[in-house]
């Protein structure tokens, strides 16, 4: 009879001592994986933190910017200056392509109200909620801003002037950008140029 006894107290040992070395064994086995260089665990992943991006070859880590060299799906866009002499600004000599229909009109005001709109107020006159903390945010409606040419507005949008930062990342897509130089001549009252 104790035979028996011992008999059906051996499985309970051994699924005790099965549990007890499987909950250590995998700590182990997983770090054991983890020094294998070739193997790689999700704790041992790189990760990137929110705003936070790739350092580049001085070691520090720019934020929002793509890796150098790196071609937007739409193709690659010149570089466009808006600091060249007066006479030969490349920027005047650029046209808007798209044509500023309902659909366009539409389109810019959206834009606008995202991401010009919080300094420049919703019509464009220097008035929007963040304008007070800046100290100075242009009027857009005015006569010196009417009479910079489309490729100009379309260039301080993309690549930004001043205290205004570039907004060529965030609306990537050119047409888009254009949406909103139609859309501002249109507060403007001013057709395009």
């Known amino acids: 009879m104790s035979d028996l006894r011992t ?14 070395l499987g909950s250590t064994s995998c700590t182990t086995l997983d770090r054991a994986v983890g020094a294998v260089p070739w193997f790689t665990t999700m704790r041992d992943q790189p990760a ?6 790739p350092a580049d070859s001085t070691g520090r880590a720019p934020r929002f ?12 866009e010149d570089s466009l200056s808006i600091y060249e002499p007066a006479g030969l600004r490349i ?3 650029l ?15 959206k834009i606008f109200g995202t991401y010009c709109g919080v300094c420049h107020g919703p019509q464009g006159r220097g008035d929007g909620p963040v ?6 945010v242009p009027d857009l409606t005015l006569d ?3 009479q910079r040419s489309d490729g100009y507005i379309y260039a301080v949008l993309r690549h930004g002037r001043g205290v205004m930062p570039r ?12 949406n909103v130089v139609n859309y501002l001549r249109s507060l403007q009252g001013a057709p395009a140029r």
């Open 131 to 136: 304008a007070g903390r800046l100290g100075y």
């Open 144 to 146: 010196v801003t009417r």
């Open 91 to 93: 920027t005047d000599a």
């Open 48 to 53: 990137v933190r929110p705003f936070e991006g």
């Open 7 to 20: 008999a059906s107290r051996a499985p309970r040992a051994v699924w005790l001592v099965a549990l007890a």
């Open 65 to 76: 910017l793509p890796p150098e060299g790196s071609v937007p799906v739409t193709g690659r």
């Open 167 to 178: 907004y060529g990342d965030k609306i990537r897509d050119a047409s888009d950008r254009w």
């Open 95 to 109: 046209h808007n392509p798209v044509r500023p229909t309902e659909a366009s009109l539409a389109r810019g005001g």
